[in-house]
């Protein structure tokens, strides 16, 4: 499949672990997408990539999360020091650029801290 | 601020009927684009249709349509002949800055859409 993958599918970590999310966007897609969903509520903004630049980390909730695209592809979302509060499924979506253009979801990873 | 509303947490249909899901949206941007989610309980998103600010008819996908109301700045999705497999939550968002190099997409709170045989 070409679509965008995400790993894990599933995540348990003791408060206060370091865990880190990984997300294998389609090829060639320029723009990367982080979103946290909470149980019942929207996609909230995390940060966006273009190409390996990080455009725009507005959204990460603290210093505690950090992402990277250092080449371009592959994204990892990085959470130091887990929290509780950080449970909830991450979505990585990536999209060609232009106006129309749809972004492509993974599955997400669900993380559950404890 | 919320950039996009959706007023509705939940609507219940009729089988084989049309209904309408709210989108509200704010921004000061000429050019944007706006799009609408399907999110089944399993969890995947899948894209449904698009409408550019600029478009100026209503944009159409099958059963689905987006009733554009620049002016008010609503963007409501019109589901026509309700299946069951329709059952889940729908996402209004938002693209700005079209055809600059700031490409951010934001989401509505969603609107959790249930079809009643």
């Known amino acids: 499949g070409a679509g965008v993958s995400q790993s894990p599918r599933y995540k348990v970590a003791k408060r206060g672990q370091d865990v880190a999310l990984r997300c294998d966007p389609i090829s060639g897609h320029v723009s990367l997408f982080w979103y946290q969903q909470a149980l019942g509520q929207g996609p909230e903004f995390l940060t966006y990539f273009q190409n390996e630049a990080q455009l725009d980390k507005s959204g990460l909730p603290s210093d505690r999360f950090f992402a990277e695209r250092p080449e371009g592809s592959v994204s990892t979302l990085k959470i130091q020091r887990t929290q509780q509060e950080d449970s909830a499924v991450y979505l990585c979506?990536?999209?060609?650029?232009?106006?129309?253009?749809?972004?492509?979801f993974g599955d997400g990873t669900r993380l559950s801290i404890l | 601020a919320q950039k996009i509303t959706q007023t509705q947490p939940g609507m219940f249909v009729q089988e084989k009927e049309a209904v309408t899901l709210d989108c509200t949206y704010d921004t000061s941007d000429q050019s944007y684009g706006l799009f609408w989610y399907k999110q089944p309980s399993s969890g995947e998103m899948i894209f449904l249709i698009y409408q550019g600010s600029y478009d100026e008819q209503n944009a159409t996908e099958g059963r689905y349509s987006l009733n554009f109301q620049k002016a008010r700045k609503s963007a409501n999705l019109v589901i026509s002949a309700s299946q069951l497999g329709d059952s889940a939550m729908y996402f209004c968002?938002?693209?700005?800055?079209?055809?600059?190099?700031?490409?951010?997409?934001?989401f509505g709170p969603g609107t959790s859409l249930s079809v009643i045989p």
């Open positions: 979506a990536s999209s060609t650029q232009g106006a129309g253009k749809p972004q492509h």
């Open positions: 968002a938002m693209r700005e800055g079209l055809g600059t190099s700031y490409d951010k997409v934001i």
